[in-house]
């Protein structure tokens, strides 16, 4: 059974730094993607970053672009999602998530992801 646990949300004031974990087990490695997702309250899903999970490319959004990293510890079946110069618009629950099939390229349609953990919040204060 796979599952993902998420952890490292909070609350942060503008400017701040978090960085989310997501701990995975009983999920394969196999040219999959992985990635992490955010819904504010009244917002559409965002997929906010997405890593190859073989080939290490990553995806990011253009909202976060140059300001969050999304990267991969095999050994330690974790991936994480540092995010640095936080604004308030960035106050969301935080998902990973991960896709079942083979894939070169990793979508930003949560529809994509069929593992998904249960979330952590991060907020940010002006």
């Known amino acids: 059974q796979v599952k993902l646990v998420e952890s490292g949300g909070g609350s942060v004031q503008a400017g701040g730094s978090l960085r989310l974990s997501c701990a995975v087990s009983?999920?394969?490695?196999?040219?999959?993607?992985m990635g992490w997702f955010r819904q504010a309250p009244g917002k559409e899903r965002e997929g906010v970053a997405r890593?190859?999970?073989?080939?290490?490319?990553?995806w990011y959004a253009d909202s976060v672009k140059g300001r969050f990293t999304i990267s991969l510890d095999n050994p330690k079946n974790t991936v994480y999602l540092q995010m640095n110069s936080l604004k308030p618009e960035d106050t969301a629950m935080y998902y990973c998530?991960?896709?079942?099939?083979?894939?070169?390229?990793?979508?930003?349609?949560?529809?994509?992801?069929?593992?998904w953990g249960q979330g952590t919040q991060v907020t940010v204060s002006s």
């Open positions: 998530a991960a896709e079942r099939e083979f894939n070169l390229y990793c979508s930003s349609s949560g529809a994509e992801y069929d593992y």
């Open positions: 009983g999920y394969t490695y196999r040219s999959n993607c």
């Open positions: 890593i190859h999970t073989v080939a290490g490319r990553t």
